[in-house]
């Protein structure tokens, strides 16, 4: 599994300022720790960047590459941001993300195929998030069909599905991984996928956050999850993730775990899989 770090982020409480600062030292600092902790690709979040979000990407780009060598995911709602990115970019950046979104994809899409760049496919559409997998497949194919038209390469398109958090909706849950599995008999190709991995324990309490990621990314993982955006500063999350590459499926995953972690996984898959009510206390032992 490929790791997206996703701590250079404007909304971050010591990176956000360093940005509107232009204060390169502490950006560059994390920048070094996530390559360190072995993240694949660095995000860098600017979100709507409306006020010089093109000369504030360019940089934040600049400032990564000198001294880190990793491709960058460049993340904003700014498709003028986007390009000042791609410009600067020297590996080939990945955007961060194209959804099925009428302003969205035309405004976008095409830089993929200008600058030959990868990017997120969003499962988003202007009706909203998709309810469940069927839902799912429509807004990929409108993607998937709209890349395809100006000859972008399906190796190019990285499938997110979207999770919902688990307290929130235990259905939506099962769905992506529903979806995952669906995935390959769609074309025929071996999509890369990617979710915004701490999406699935929003709202659940702090200490409950860890594993449900942790279970929800193994669920993931054996079901054709190929790349995730991270915490790239946990460094035992990371080493946890980094085990599953060992074990064929997921229960034989588990059965390589502590007995105090086996009984957590359980607990903790039984209610990704909607197959308990989700209930804070019940997940904690």
């Known amino acids: 599994m490929l790791f997206i770090a996703e701590n250079i982020n404007i909304m971050s409480q010591t ?32 979100g709507p960047a409306r006020k010089a979000g093109d000369e504030m990407m360019k940089w934040l780009v600049d400032t990564v ?10 993340d904003t709602t700014n498709p ?21 979104q009428k302003e969205r994809l035309e405004k976008t899409l095409p830089l993929a195929k200008e600058y030959d760049a990868p990017f997120i496919a969003l499962l988003l559409s202007d009706a909203g998030i998709p309810r469940n997998t069927e839902e799912r497949a429509e807004v990929f194919f409108e993607l998937y ?44 190709e071996p999509f890369k996928t990617v979710c915004g991995l701490s999406n699935v324990s929003n709202g659940s309490p702090k200490e409950l956050r860890h594993v449900l990621n942790l279970y929800y990314a193994a669920m993931g993982n054996y079901s054709g999850l190929t790349s ?52 804070h206390s019940w997940l904690e032992l």
């Open 145 to 188: 069909n709209a890349a395809m038209e100006i000859g972008i390469s399906f190796e190019d398109i990285w499938i997110d599905p979207i999770i919902l958090p688990a307290c929130v909706d235990q259905n939506q849950v099962v769905a992506f991984i529903e979806f995952l599995k669906l995935l390959p008999d769609l074309t025929g």
């Open 228 to 279: 995730a955006i991270v915490d790239g500063l946990d460094v035992d999350f990371l080493n946890k993730l980094r085990s599953l590459e060992d074990s064929l499926d997921l229960d034989s995953w588990i059965t390589t775990l502590s007995e105090k972690d086996r009984e957590e996984a359980k607990k903790t898959i039984k209610v990704l899989r909607n197959e308990v009510l989700y209930c």
């Open 80 to 100: 003028v941001a986007i390009e000042a990115g791609l410009k600067a970019a020297k590996e080939r950046p990945l955007i961060n993300s194209i959804s099925a």
């Open 15 to 46: 990176i956000g300022p360093a940005i509107r600062e232009r204060n390169k030292k502490p950006i560059q600092e994390m920048a070094v720790k996530l390559a360190e902790n072995g993240a694949h690709y660095l995000d860098l979040n600017l």
């Open 65 to 74: 590459q000198e001294v880190v060598d990793l491709p960058l995911a460049l």
